[in-house]
């Protein structure tokens, strides 16, 4: 596999909730973040391919608008993390940046900086029908996370470690949901 079909099977992965807590656990930083680590899958919401919803007022001569722009965050998927009881969205967003065959650090990089620039001005976050209890506001923060595959380009884990930024691998062996989440009685 190779080139899009590659960042497609890992997005496709990442969207499942266990396969998210599975990755947070290599950093545990994140996965300290989780508001529930007895339910840890429930406490964590995938966004792939984010969009966010920005206000904007305009002045004009009829007086002053608010136009509402939706915009596509730069990285594959944002996990949102909720309470699992209250359903509300608390803490950091973090976002995951999938390394793509033949993208340079730079490249990589660059895409995290627009990823920070596409946040820094105030928004919320556009949700499903299917997510809609959930509220969409802006993180306390917005944290990376890189996703490298296991045998890509040592150059890339080198260099995200050295800059001090977090980077993980998608487990060869998927974990299975029993084993993160435990039973409801």
């Given at each position: 596999m190779s080139g899009p079909e590659t960042v497609?099977?890992?997005?496709?992965?990442?969207?499942?909730?266990?396969?998210?807590?599975?990755?947070?656990?290599?950093?545990?930083?994140?996965?300290e973040l989780l508001p529930s680590l007895r339910r840890p899958a429930e406490s964590l919401?995938?966004?792939?391919?984010?969009?966010?919803?920005?206000?904007?007022r305009l002045v004009s001569d009829r007086g002053v608008e608010t136009v509402v722009h939706l915009t596509p965050v730069p990285c594959e998927l944002v996990f949102l993390l909720c309470d699992?009881?209250?359903?509300?969205?608390v803490g950091p967003d973090?976002?995951?940046?999938?390394?793509?065959?033949?993208?340079?650090?730079?490249?990589?990089?660059?895409?995290?900086?627009?990823?920070?620039i596409c946040l820094s001005q105030p928004y919320e976050w556009?949700?499903?029908?299917?997510?809609?209890q959930f509220q969409a506001e802006a993180g306390e923060a917005v944290l990376p996370l890189f996703l490298l595959q296991p045998d890509g380009p040592e150059l890339i884990r080198k260099a995200l470690?050295?800059?001090?930024l977090p980077w993980v691998t998608l487990p060869l062996e998927l974990p299975e949901v029993n084993n993160l989440v435990p039973a409801i009685s």
């Open positions: 497609d099977r890992c997005l496709a992965a990442c969207c499942d909730r266990a396969i998210g807590v599975a990755l947070l656990q290599q950093h545990r930083p994140y996965w919401l995938p966004l792939p391919l984010p969009l966010v919803r920005r206000r904007e699992p009881e209250w359903k509300v969205k973090i976002c995951l940046l999938i390394h793509r065959p033949e993208e340079s650090f730079n490249d990589l990089i660059d895409r995290w900086r627009k990823t920070q556009h949700l499903e029908e299917t997510q809609k470690t050295t800059v001090g």
